[in-house]
């Protein structure tokens, strides 16, 4: 059975600021969203309570510590949907950027193979922080995704030479449901035919 937590990508978060001694949010604002061209997101950050109201942040991301559950803060990344279709694209491209390397070819293969099941039914698995959509007989080649709160996601087809951003502006009030991202996710592939 599997069951997904932020765990891996709050142990890798802290393991990252240890080691580099810097912000995630700083060091991802300069080696990726610069390179990339974001329009939005430039590396300001804070750190919330649970008093914090997240929809008047005026920040690219903050920490977000439970420490009944965990000693490593969850990393909150808030960006548009253009800066996230570009780090979309950057996987697309295999980690290369106007002719210039960002992510290593090797991080781009480790990172989107599938290493645990998620779905067998869709041969679905779980990769290094991507949700890997399996080749099979059906399906020549892998895609992956990331989604966020069950109805943001960031979806690269490879195959297909397509990156999918869906966004919900979930900080207030929002009746969007999973379901009908998968409704969306659906006829966006059923237009591209």
């Known amino acids: 059975m599997y069951v997904y937590n932020n765990w891996d990508f709050n142990v890798a978060g802290a393991i ?8 995630i949010y700083t060091a991802f604002a300069r080696e990726i969203a610069k390179p990339l061209g974001m329009r939005s997101f430039t590396g300001t950050y804070t750190t ?17 510590y439970e420490r009944d ?8 990344f808030r960006m548009s949907a253009y800066d996230m279709a570009l780090y979309g694209q950057l996987y ?22 599938s290493y645990s099941v998620t779905n067998r039914y869709m041969d679905f698995g779980y990769g290094l922080l991507w ?12 895609a992956f ?9 960031l979806g690269v087809y490879p195959a297909s030479d397509f990156v999918f951003v869906h966004r919900v502006a979930t900080e207030g009030d929002y009746d969007f449901t999973q379901q009908s991202l998968y409704q969306i996710i659906g006829k966006v592939f059923a237009a591209r035919k």
């Not at 990252?16 to 912000?23: D, I, K, M, R």
């Open 16 to 23: 990252f600021e240890q080691l580099s001694g810097e912000s």
């Open 145 to 153: 995704f990331h989604t966020g709160v069950g109805i943001h996601m």
């Open 69 to 76: 559950k965990s000693q490593f803060p969850a990393y909150h």
């Open 48 to 64: 919330i309570t649970d008093d914090t109201d997240i929809s008047t942040l005026e920040v690219d991301g903050f920490y977000q």
């Open 92 to 113: 697309e491209n295999n980690g290369v950027w106007n002719g210039q390397r960002i992510l290593s070819e090797e991080w781009i293969a480790q990172s989107t193979t």
């Open 131 to 142: 949700n890997v959509i399996n080749a099979n007989a059906e399906r020549p080649t892998k």
